[in-house]
């Protein structure tokens, strides 16, 4: 599966605030057995979950960008580094958090750096998981095909409006076209 294949996601499901916290929490609870020391928050929307679960678990949260867009916009095929995970997770136990893995390149990659930077040991963790993601997080709050839409991506500010956001109207398109509705 290609990042950003919305044509084969079976069916949409919109997140709202109050799943999104529930979801969180789940995460937490899921984590805590592991013994997280810390979490490391994927930049941009990544840092919705691991802020959830670090405050809940009453741990430091170091964010890492690594991004295929620019401006929002998918611009590179695979992720570039944009912040590299800080070299204070040296020694623990951290918890990689994304908001969700899809085909898991990102996650798998700063985990592959948190290793790099000394963590003691790294779990992955995303608060929704696809089917296809390989490999799979060690933790998901919720495994599913669907093209889930998060509260932060269900409309964005364009010159003073709140409009739905253009890529999940893309996204609903092609999997629309995709099943021949």
Do not use: N
Request: aromatic share 6%; with cysteine.
């Amino acid at each position: 599966m290609r990042p950003y294949d919305y044509a084969q996601r079976q069916g949409v499901r919109h997140i709202s605030w109050e799943e999104f916290a529930r979801l969180a929490r789940q995460l937490a609870e899921r984590l805590e057995p592991e013994g997280p020391q810390a979490i490391v928050g994927i930049a941009r929307a990544g840092l919705f979950p691991a802020t959830a679960v670090a405050c809940a678990l009453r741990l430091d949260l170091y964010p890492a960008r690594i991004t295929r867009r620019e401006r929002d916009v998918v611009t590179r095929r695979s992720p570039v580094w944009k912040l590299p995970v800080p070299a204070e997770v040296a020694g623990q136990v951290v918890a990689v958090v994304d908001e969700i893995a899809d085909t898991s390149e990102t996650l798998a990659l700063v985990a592959d750096a948190a290793r790099a930077a000394g963590a003691a040991r790294v779990l992955t963790a995303a608060l929704v998981a696809h089917t296809w993601a390989d490999p799979m997080p060690g933790v998901a709050a919720l495994v599913s095909d669907e093209l889930i839409v998060f509260p932060w991506d269900e409309v964005v500010l364009v010159d003073g409006r709140w409009l739905p956001h253009p890529e999940i109207l893309a996204a609903i398109e092609a999997q629309e076209r995709g099943s021949g509705a």
